[in-house]
């Protein structure tokens, strides 16, 4: 079964928990501000826990966290 993962304006949620690149809590903030963050850092916004309230986000390299994901199953 393949898990859809919600990558920057794929984001449904208008408030996400975001964890930095560097794995610091960064709070939680509008998706807007969130995207905006990862942009100005060439990353891109990942949603990793959707069914929390509100749904957990990290800013990181799409292609690092698919790389991260095939390696972990």
Known sequence: ???????????????????????????????????RLAEGQDLDLIEISPGTVPPVARIMDYGKYKYQESKRR
């Open 1 to 35: 079964m393949k898990i859809q993962v919600r990558i920057n304006n794929q984001i449904r949620a208008t408030e996400l928990r975001v964890i930095g690149g560097d794995g610091s809590n960064l709070g939680v903030m509008p998706r807007e501000e969130a995207i």
